[in-house]
């Protein structure tokens, strides 16, 4: 019913600059949450941050101040803005829409790569 589609990822050097992009389709809502994750191999996907009803936003602390995530409602797309990036960064970043209230309304993105090296 709903679907993502992330852009933006890539290769870049320690300290650039990315901007992610989550574009979704279908059954919407204003109290949606939304947030990125990321998974590095051999490790667990975590939460990256996250923007809910309002407008509040929630950082992992290894991205605070580094780190934005935005939103438009108009266009139902997401952003991640990623400053001053460290190979440690390096993940498959996920986009994720969901409502707390409902246990069943989850939904991913395919993942897009993003590589922080030299």
């Known amino acids: 019913q709903v679907q993502l589609v992330e852009s933006g990822g890539g290769l870049v050097q320690p300290g650039g600059s990315l901007r992610l992009s989550c574009a979704a389709s279908?059954?919407?809502?204003?109290?949606?949450?939304w947030g990125w994750y990321r998974q590095a191999p051999g490790k667990e996907r975590e939460s990256v941050a996250r923007?809910?009803?309002?407008?509040?936003?929630n950082y992992a602390d290894s991205v605070k101040g580094r780190f934005t995530i935005s939103r438009d409602n108009a266009k139902n797309t997401v952003y991640l803005q990623m400053n001053s990036l460290r190979p440690e960064d390096t993940a498959v970043y996920y986009c994720n829409v969901r409502r707390p209230d409902i246990s069943t309304y989850n939904y991913w993105g395919q993942g897009t790569q993003v590589t922080v090296s030299s």
């Open positions: 923007i809910s009803i309002g407008g509040s936003t």
């Open positions: 279908g059954r919407i809502f204003s109290i949606n949450v």
